[in-house]
């Protein structure tokens, strides 16, 4: 298999990238395994996550800034605008302090958001958000991206409520009726995954996929 060290743009899905990179592909198919405990499961998750934003935030500007060495003054570069990142709760909590590894300062805002297990539909319950969130780059985190219904909803609030334009969504494992989902709702909107899965089965669950993430992370199973 021909692997890249970016993500690969989904020819079907054009708002999707794929990570292909052989680390996070380890990673992934031990935390499929239905025997990994979720002291494992967490620790993985959030190695992929810290993985990921490495590549993701390529795109992000910087701004010159003067630094004074131990030998001499010179000139480097520092990120120009504040990184907000919004965990979809419950599940998207777990991937968050991989990517805060990377960028302790990023500032961190809560959608809470639910499935009704019959309608399938989104329900919210907690929204706490930075007032300035719009200022910077967002990344809005949920590991798995099913329905697309939750994570629709909390894109409407930042680009509707907040006025965010500088939005990326970050999952572990996406199925392809979430991704057209958000493709038709939010189609400049840019999904990051490390996995696109078959399909979603009559209860809503991604297949292949990993089971309940946010149960397999946080030992409620």
């Known amino acids: 298999m021909t692997v890249t060290t970016m993500p690969t743009q989904n020819i079907e899905h054009p ?15 031990i935390i499929r395994d239905q025997n990994t405990k979720h002291a494992m499961f967490r620790r993985l998750l959030n190695e992929i996550a810290g993985l990921m934003f490495f590549q993701l935030s ?26 907000t990142l919004v965990p979809i709760l419950r599940a998207g909590i777990g991937m968050t302090d991989g990517i805060l590894t990377m960028v302790p300062e990023a500032r961190i805002g809560h959608i809470g958001v639910y499935r009704d297990e019959e309608t399938k539909l989104p329900v919210p319950y907690y929204c706490k958000l930075p007032s300035d969130i719009a200022s910077g780059p967002v990344l809005l985190i949920d590991p798995m991206l099913a ?13 509707e ?25 939010h189609p ?17 669950y991604i297949l292949p996929g990993l089971g309940d993430a ?3 992370i946080f030992g409620t199973l």
């Open 15 to 29: 708002n999707l990238w794929v990570f292909d990179h052989p680390v996070i592909q380890d990673k992934l198919t």
């Open 58 to 83: 390529r795109s992000y500007k910087t701004k010159p800034v003067d630094v004074v060495t131990p030998v001499e003054q010179t000139q480097g570069q520092q990120l120009a605008n504040p990184i």
């Open 147 to 159: 329905t697309g219904g939750s994570a629709s909803y909390a894109a409407n609030i930042l680009l």
């Open 161 to 185: 409520e907040f006025g965010c334009t500088d939005i990326q969504m970050v999952c572990l494992v996406a199925a392809p009726e979430g991704v057209l989902k958000m493709q038709k709702d």
């Open 188 to 204: 400049t909107l840019s999904i990051y995954t490390a996995a696109l899965d078959r399909c979603l089965n009559d209860s809503g």
């Open 214 to 216: 946010g149960d397999r």
